[in-house]
Nanobody, 124 residues
């Protein structure tokens, strides 16, 4: 399984970005795709996840208002829509997928496959 994140860039505070995670490979992830982010000198942080089977979404309360995760199965792509971006959202954003079912979608340890990340910079 390969995951390729894209859509990052430079955006002004208050702006929006949509990140994409293209999933490819012989075996597609069956269970979930998650988004994490890591800012310089900080630990990696869970942002959102979506179930591949029923589309259930999981976001921490801190992201529920501004961020939305969706998927397009026909395109094998998971999206992260980010609105009202703030300088503290500056980070490299990674998508990831596990190779076994787990309810602990916020835990990076369950994820086997990781994309290379896409950089989001929020600055005026």
């Amino acid at each position: 399984v390969q995951l390729q994140a894209s859509g990052g860039g430079l955006v002004q505070p208050g702006g929006s970005l949509e990140l994409s995670c293209l999933v490819s490979g012989r075996t597609f992830p069956k269970y979930a795709v998650g988004w994490f982010r890591q800012a310089p000198s900080k630990e990696r942080e869970f942002v959102a996840a979506i179930s591949r089977s029923d589309g259930s979404t999981y976001l921490p309360d801190s992201f529920k208002v501004r961020f939305t995760i969706t998927k397009d199965d026909a395109k094998n792509t998971v999206y992260l829509q980010m609105n009202d971006l703030k300088p503290e959202d500056t980070a490299r954003y990674y998508c990831a997928a596990p190779d076994s079912p787990s309810k602990l979608v916020w835990n990076e340890d369950i994820y086997t496959y990781w994309g290379q990340g896409t950089l989001v910079t929020v600055s005026s």
